[in-house]
């Protein structure tokens, strides 16, 4: 899905209907913007719950790295954060 639709949040608050069903019929997401600036977006659910998965199999897979290493263990508080740190 490449396409998308961008809108100001004056334009979204407008009509907020027609953006939810265009997530949810036409799977296109619309990107909120505020003075020109992308803030949020509406996106179909379904990818949505995607990127929930793919955050918690990065987070696992960061976490199987870590455990693997013979090397004296790091806090999970530490692991965490750098996870946390880290640019989407």
């Known amino acids: 899905m490449s396409e998308m639709q961008v809108e100001s ?3 979204v608050r ?3 209907a027609d ?9 296109l997401p619309t990107v909120i913007t ?3 600036r992308e803030v ?4 179909p659910i379904d990818m949505f719950h995607r990127y929930q998965q793919l955050e918690e199999q990065e987070i696992m897979r ?4 870590r455990m693997a290493n013979p090397a004296p263990g790091i806090p999970m508080e ?6 946390l740190e880290r640019p989407e």
Not at 40 to 43: I, K, M, T
Not at 62 to 65: A, G, L
Not at 78 to 83: G, K, L, T
């Open 9 to 11: 949040i004056r334009q």
């Open 14 to 16: 407008d009509h907020i």
């Open 19 to 27: 953006v939810v069903d265009r997530a949810d019929r036409e799977d």
């Open 34 to 36: 505020r003075r020109g």
């Open 40 to 43: 949020a977006a509406v996106v």
């Open 62 to 65: 960061m976490v199987d790295e």
């Open 78 to 83: 530490q692991v965490m954060a750098e996870i």
